[in-house]
């Protein structure tokens, strides 16, 4: 865990270092990670031990805020009614998690998760990115894993609006591949068509 942690935070300081002014007080951010890190073997077992709370649910714990235009909100789908920023990334992308198993009993669940997920990708001013994992590892099990299947709401329709990137493994010449394109209005309007 603190191996994997420490390895993050020194792969990201020359970027980090190289794109902001404050680059020590942006790089103090990734303290209670390697702190978190310290107490489990992997670094994948801090993010699956937190569950995620609306941005405003810790706010009696904040400190005296940095002045800075950049900060980062991480936030339910519930929650982001109503709010924009100017790029979202939307995580877990696949059937199961987008729509929730646990909200398919009936058709109205289906439907409720439909409009949760057009209120997620339309939170987006400029930049959309919405991630499925390719494989879902089975911890217990060693090595074993199954194939992620794309959440139903990526109709290949919806898909023909975006680009598709895929990196089997994060090194730096998949990375280098990844370009950032505005795809919000593409995507707005064949949503708007699906959902009427």
Sequence with gaps: GTKQAEALRQAMAPLIRAA????????ADLDPLVEAAASVPRLSDVAAD??????????????TPAIDEDWLVISTLHSAKGLEWDAVHIIHAADGNIPSDMALTDRNGLEE????????????????HVYVPLRYHHRPNGDQHSWGQPSRFLSAS????????????PDAENLA???????????????????G
């Design 20 to 27: 902001y002014d404050n680059p020590e007080e942006r790089l």
């Design 50 to 63: 937190h569950a995620l709370e609306p941005p405003r649910s810790t706010g009696d714990l904040a400190g």
């Design 113 to 128: 998760e439909r409009r949760l997920f057009y209120v997620g990708v339309t939170r987006a001013r400029h930049d959309l």
């Design 158 to 169: 919806v898909k023909a609006t975006m680009d598709e990137v895929t990196l089997l493994r």
């Design 177 to 195: 591949d990844i370009a950032t394109v505005d795809t919000t209005s593409a995507v707005d309007a064949e949503l708007g068509d699906l959902f």
